[in-house]
């Protein structure tokens, strides 16, 4: 789960950490008092959207200006206007793709002199099971450009568990980025404070990125990104809390009520299967054969026949998808529940594209009889193989 840039400096101000003061505003009449109640004389207005590179995007729409979602304004009047320009508009950004994000809300908050930009992150390392700091003395809006052409300009290590966050980590860090004087022992601090929210708030990704040395020669988290482990929310109602369901994708979010794990991808091949694996190996044999999948959809080992309905239902809900594949290789799962599902669900929402349906294992034969007896126009496969083929080529006719 991933939370908006104003909530996460809170986070963030609540551990300690030095952020500049800001208000949220979510109506444009609101914009001039709510910029008013900073001290200036430079203010910042930043579109809330929980994607990267707002700074150099740009809006759909003509009324909000050729600037990109990151403005600069010189008295409370500018900043209101600013602010009225963006809320309701879409901005495009490198992470949104073409069809951007709405800008629901706009956050205005003092600006800062900036003497230097670095990059740091904290994330959870998958090789090691760990969590990592990543910094680099280029920080801003090119950091993907850093890591794609100077490798060697970014450092990264992660944290013994038993240890723990130590004093020596924030300097190895502070040392990295070229700090000096009172800024070691301020990146000592906020090395710290920034492993404590962390590990005590389950995150998965920290980034603060630019981490800047202000004009006086001070540290400050200019900006904040985090993203939450989501099983492990059950433990912070605090976080919970902070979900903006209008940023995630609709199907996503129907999904995650069923406790479905969905992904919605860009290809035309809607994929159901039983098992992260199976599924990550359908989508690699749709593409081997020529499509792409539509979806990423485990359904889980202990599906219910409602569970498997509504499973179908978003997948047909995806206007991009031209064909399903439903691949379900019984275990735990049976495959006439699966079977069961898949019936409901088409005589609930109908079947206007190709349905190529594998079965294996627990109960296959009674899935099968199912599935025939049921009048569906159904393509029966035999194996994974053969269902990949057979999807694709109903689907490129």
């Known amino acids: ?175 990295a980025l070229g700090l000096e004087g009172k800024q070691i022992k301020q990146c000592v601090t906020l090395m710290g404070q920034l492993y404590k929210c962390f590990t005590e708030k389950d995150c998965e990704m920290l980034e603060i990125n630019p981490l800047i040395v202000t004009d006086a020669g001070d540290l400050k988290c200019l900006d904040a990104k985090m993203g939450f482990d989501s099983n492990a929310l059950y433990r912070h109602d605090d976080i919970l809390a902070l979900r903006d369901e209008t940023e995630e994708d609709p199907k996503e979010l129907a999904a995650s009520k069923y406790d479905l794990n969905y992904i919605a991808l860009d290809g035309e091949i809607g994929c159901m299967v039983n098992g992260a694996g199976l599924a990550m190996a359908t989508m690699d044999i749709i593409k081997l054969y020529g499509a792409e999948p539509a979806n990423f959809l485990d359904v889980g080992g202990g599906a219910t026949k409602e569970k498997v309905t509504e499973a179908f239902k978003i997948i047909t809900s995806d206007e991009n998808v031209k064909g399903i594949l439903v691949n379900i290789f019984g275990g735990i799962m049976r495959c006439d529940v699966i079977a069961e599902g898949v019936v409901a669900a088409v005589k609930e929402v109908g079947l206007k594209v190709p349905l190529v349906v594998r079965l294996e294992g627990t109960n296959v034969e009674k899935g099968k009889e199912i599935i025939n007896g049921s009048g569906l126009d159904v393509i029966a496969a035999d194996d994974l193989s053969d269902a990949a083929e057979k999807i694709v080529k109903a689907v490129k006719g």
Not at 28 to 35: C, G, L, V
Not at 90 to 109: D, F, S
Not at 113 to 125: F, H, N, P, T, W
Request: glycine fraction near 14%.
């Open 1 to 175: 789960m991933n939370i908006h840039e104003y909530q996460a400096k809170a986070l963030l101000r609540s551990y300690g950490a030095p952020v500049s003061d800001g208000h949220v505003v979510t109506r444009a009449e609101e914009a001039k008092t709510i910029a008013g109640e900073l001290d200036g004389p430079l203010w910042v207005v930043k579109a809330q959207i929980h994607a990267g590179g707002r700074g150099k995007g740009h809006f759909m729409e003509p009324e909000a200006g050729e600037k990109g979602g990151v403005r600069l304004a010189k008295s409370v009047g500018e900043a209101a206007e600013e602010t009225k320009k963006m809320l309701g508009r879409t901005l495009v950004t490198h992470q949104t793709g073409p069809a951007g994000k709405q800008v629901g809300r706009v956050y205005i908050e003092d600006g800062s002199g900036i003497s230097r930009e670095l990059y740091l992150a904290l994330l959870v390392d998958r090789q090691t099971s760990r969590i990592a700091f990543v910094c680099s003395t280029e920080g801003g809006m090119d950091i993907e450009e850093v890591a794609a052409s100077t490798p060697d300009k970014i450092l990264s290590f992660s944290i013994d568990p038993v240890t723990g966050y130590q004093g020596y980590h924030g300097r190895r860090i502070a040392f």
